[in-house]
């Protein structure tokens, strides 16, 4: 009776999931990126090696350039641009 019990939860599972993976493919939802995001990430501990170099990939495409801060110096451009007359003064350095 126990088997019986088993094989019908074990049957009735297995059409659930069937059902939910069938409507997930034909009417996918725009908000279950997470789920992909979820299921790739748990590969990464049958492969960890792979995992590793995807998100070192990953992080290459996101660095920036450093760009330095301004110094005061910076801030005040000592060229003076007139845009009526189109000229542009430039003081000689010292």
Known sequence: MVILAVVVASVLL???IVW???????HPDPDAVSVGGAMGSGLGVFDPGAARAREDIDDHKNQTEVVPSPDEDD??????VDLHRGTVR???SK
């Open 75 to 80: 801030s005040h451009p000592l060229w003076k």
């Open 20 to 26: 939910m993976g069938t409507r997930m493919v034909a």
């Open 90 to 92: 430039i003081p000689r």
């Open 14 to 16: 297995l059409g659930v």
